[in-house]
């Protein structure tokens, strides 16, 4: 039982472009939503999150969009760098639980220079 | 200052061994979980810690799995009679108090059961 899922395994963009990054959930009860980036042998860093009584949220280059009538969320990253390659874990959490986040599988996102 | 650290960072043992994963949380930090990541998967929830109690261990896969905080610091997760199933990174978290605080992750700790 998946309640979070990247469909897309892998994501190969041109540096310079876009990057978008995409989440489906199925559990209604998700309020947060975050995403974290993960280099090789290292733990995973949190990059941004929304909750849902907004629809967007943006910090510098990275912007998250939340479509709660969808279940759907995505990551838009502009412009991409050849820093940001690495692997890109959506998360979420429920209301009234102990904050543990439920994961995706992860999409892996190479920017090529 | 010193995120979270964890040790040993990769550890090799036989079918049916004892094995104990240590976590060193942020200092001051009250909350840590611990998740486990399986290859090309996302970490996976296995037990949550509020200062020394464990307030949601629903994640834990069997009772072959135990985790304590003795003193609301360190934790060490246990794993008795290993199975090569249970092979996958061991990832440790911590948190401020607070639901929607950022949690910070160690490297992991990759077990490998032969």
């Known amino acids: 039982d998946q309640q979070v899922k990247q469909n897309s395994p892998s994501l190969s963009v041109q540096e310079g472009r876009i990057s978008i990054l995409n989440c489906d959930y199925t559990?209604?009860?998700?309020?947060?939503f975050l995403w974290y980036k993960k280099y090789p042998a290292e733990g995973p860093t949190f990059l941004i999150s929304?909750?849902?009584?907004?629809d967007k949220n943006e910090d510098g280059r990275f912007t998250v969009f939340l479509n709660k009538s969808a279940k759907h969320l995505s990551l838009h990253i502009v412009p991409s760098q050849p820093g940001d390659s690495a692997v890109y874990f959506c998360?979420?959490?429920?209301?009234?639980?102990?904050?543990?986040?439920?994961f995706g599988q992860g999409t892996t996102l190479q920017v090529k220079p | 200052g010193a995120g979270v650290s964890q040790t040993p960072s990769n550890k090799v043992t036989e079918k049916g061994k004892y094995v104990e994963l240590r976590c060193d949380p942020i200092?001051?930090?009250?909350?840590l979980y611990w998740y486990r990541q399986s290859l090309g998967q996302g970490p996976e929830f296995l037990i949550y810690f509020q200062g020394t109690g464990a307030a949601d261990d629903s994640g834990l896969p069997n009772d072959r799995f135990f985790a304590v905080r003795p003193e609301g610091s360190v934790s060490t997760l246990k794993i008795q009679r290993t199975e090569r199933g249970d092979s996958a990174v061991y990832l440790c978290?911590?948190?401020?108090?607070?639901?929607?605080?950022?949690?910070?992750f160690g490297p992991g700790t990759r077990l490998t059961v032969l």
């Open positions: 559990n209604s009860m998700f309020d947060y």
């Open positions: 978290a911590s948190s401020s108090q607070g639901r929607n605080n950022e949690q910070f």
């Open positions: 998360a979420a959490s429920a209301e009234g639980n102990t904050g543990k986040l439920i």
């Open positions: 929304i909750s849902s009584i907004k």
């Open positions: 200092s001051g930090h009250t909350a």
